[in-house]
């Protein structure tokens, strides 16, 4: 019997889709060891949200909504998560996003627990769970165990579809938050410079069109309309952010977001290993390249080798007729 | 500035998908790849570099950067490199990759900050072979230090660091004062990511890591380089994670090129049924 803790993801006074991921996880690992999942949500105005995460089939639905919790610092949540975790939970869950991935292993630490992230799959029979994650860029998966008696981990957005309420009511209770740990003092928030965008969420969206270095200083122009027409997110390679064509929050690959969007377009991508690994998982792969011989096209479902320039406004007017049918 | 810079050797990342995972599926083969350092780790060093110059006369280093590497004899070459670049001092911990995991690196690394005393400990985000992003936070939790990781810039300044740090969304800004931990992210070697406080606001790096000249390679080889053994940082070295077996990614296969716009349609209306 595992009871499963998910810590979610509040963030500027939401709570985060990737919250609902981890839940899938915590859904799939009690129901696989008769045991129970609980959520821990932790913000200045937390509570507000929580009434947003009772109708999942948690056991309980803590809360700690403290001023002192106004913008998220590791030192400062950490602690209360290590707190509720100790109130017998056997496996404390996020989702791999950039909260996740900074707060996870300082938990685990106090924990002295192990700590395995990016888990794409997981396993629960028996009492005994495995999780199996991506390694290498994605070119080889290791199945692992975590041998302490808490376990931590946090789980692919891509890969464990997003919970969807299931009616019921968890009860909210409120917890108060731990004293800050090691170095909170030495640690200041200064500012979050938000980039703002009415598109879909990379991780989110069923459509992602990603533009890469060859696109040049024409990056926008090109990709607007055909995210636009599509109502897709837009991401890019890391050879557009690095070159300043776009911001770095939109790069796809081994260490920016990974998406599984049903449709994806790779545009002036030459597809390296680093971007492979984070968009390899799309159900749908459209390659568009001037280059006949770009390792891209192995990957891709449709290829067009053209020049993008030509072929990308083309591609919009046609999309937009079909639409329009 | 003391620095102390973590760094590790992976296989080369740039032809990954060449590793072989042998029927059974208990180990992960990397034959015939050759040792690179890691990405991240290279990206932490040059960024220890410019934190311990002035960037106008960097052959005046200001402060000190120790690099440390756990492994075995081999991984010594990845350490001279290190030197070559620049860095001060080198600490090999003996150790095989596979008695190691992200917890007892942090485990170890602990007791060696705390014979070394430095500033910062600043190292790489993740190594590209785990990928498992951990040893950073988990070392600031084990010393009770601040943390910013995912550095995409840093601003030296007072007994502190302003870093800007690469995360959903945006740019988190956050100010640790010394002693801390700061992981980096790709971004930090650009021309204006960091910057100590001799070097002027004004100044452009070159974008990347900087590349070791043929004497300072020579010189390298005279620069102190310490070798410890594991248990002599860590008395448990026991794994919190073990991996029973590994696989493959299911293989994709490529498709079609089509010939025009028209025919991308028409696939992905009438084949695919994505439009």
């Not at chain 2, 990511?193 to 004497?215: E, H, I």
């Not at chain 2, 070798?227 to 498709?255: C, F, M, N, Q, V």
Request: aromatic content about 6%.
């Amino acid at each position: 019997m595992a009871n499963v803790l998910v810590v979610a993801e509040f963030s500027e006074g939401k709570l985060k889709k990737t919250t609902h991921s981890a839940i899938t996880f915590a859904q799939t690992v009690a129901k696989g060891t008769s045991g129970a999942f609980s959520i821990l949500i932790l913000g200045a105005g937390a509570k507000a949200a929580a009434q947003e995460l009772a109708g999942f089939g948690a056991a309980k639905v803590f809360v700690a909504d403290d001023t002192n919790l106004a913008h998220y610092v590791c030192e400062r949540y950490a602690p209360t998560v290590v707190a509720t975790a100790k109130k017998g939970f056997d496996v404390a869950v996020t989702a791999a996003s950039a909260y996740g991935k900074d707060l996870m292993p300082r938990v685990a630490a106090a924990l002295d627990a192990g700590y395995a992230n990016d888990i794409s799959l997981v396993k629960a029979e028996g009492g005994k769970i495995t999780y199996k994650r991506p390694m290498f860029a994605g070119n080889a998966y290791g199945w692992c165990e975590i041998t302490t008696p808490v376990q931590v981990v946090s789980v692919r957005q891509s890969e464990f579809t997003a919970a969807q309420p299931s009616g019921g009511s968890s009860p909210i209770e409120p917890v108060s938050i731990a004293p800050p740990g090691g170095g909170a003092d030495r640690v200041e928030f200064v500012s979050f410079d938000q980039v703002k965008s009415e598109r879909p969420e990379l991780t989110e969206a069923s459509v992602v069109v990603s533009g890469g270095r060859a696109l040049k200083e024409r990056f926008k122009e090109v990709l607007d309309p055909l995210a636009d027409a599509l109502g897709a997110a837009v991401g890019a390679s890391r050879a557009a952010c690095d070159a300043g064509y776009a911001p770095s929050d939109l790069q796809v690959g081994q260490t920016g977001k990974v998406v599984a969007p049903k449709l994806y377009f790779a545009i002036g991508i030459s597809g390296a290993i680093q971007h492979l690994a984070g968009m390899k998982g799309s159900k749908v792969i459209v390659a568009v390249n001037k280059d006949a011989e770009a390792p891209i096209f192995q990957v891709a479902d449709y290829g067009l080798v053209a020049d993008l320039f030509q072929a990308i406004p083309q591609l919009v007017k046609e999309i937009r007729r079909v639409k329009a049918l | 500035m003391k620095i102390l810079v973590p760094v590790k050797r992976v296989a080369d990342p740039d032809n990954a998908n060449k590793i072989k995972i042998p029927p059974g599926g208990a180990k992960i083969d990397t034959a015939g790849l050759e040792w690179k350092p890691n990405p991240f780790d290279e990206y932490a060093v040059e960024a220890a570099l410019r934190l311990t110059e002035n960037a106008a006369t960097p052959k005046q280093r200001g402060g000190e950067a120790i690099v440390v590497t756990f492994g075995p004899a081999d991984t010594t070459s990845t350490l001279r490199a290190a030197l070559a670049t620049g860095a001060d001092r080198a600490v090999r911990v003996d150790a095989q990759d596979d008695a190691l995991d992200g917890s007892l690196v942090a485990r170890a690394l602990k007791t060696l900050v705390e014979r070394e005393k430095p500033d910062l400990v600043l190292m790489g985000k993740q190594a590209v072979d785990g990928d498992s992003n951990q040893v950073g936070q988990m070392l600031a939790e084990l010393l009770g230090w601040p943390m910013a990781t995912f550095a995409a810039t840093i601003k030296e300044e007072d007994g502190a660091l302003l870093v800007g740090r690469e995360v959903d969304g945006g740019v988190l800004t956050l100010r640790v004062k010394l002693p801390a931990v700061v992981t980096v992210d790709l971004r930090i070697v650009a021309p204006t990511s960091v910057y100590s406080k001799q070097t002027a606001p004004t100044f452009k790096y070159n974008d990347g890591v900087r590349f070791a000249a043929l004497p300072a390679i020579m010189s390298a080889k005279k620069k102190p380089l310490v070798e410890l053994k594991l248990s002599d940082l860590a008395a448990d070295s026991g794994l919190r994670i073990r991996y029973p077996s590994y696989e493959s990614p299911p293989a994709r296969k490529a498709g079609i090129k089509v010939k025009d716009v028209a025919e991308l349609i028409d696939k992905l209306v009438n084949e695919a049924k994505v439009l």
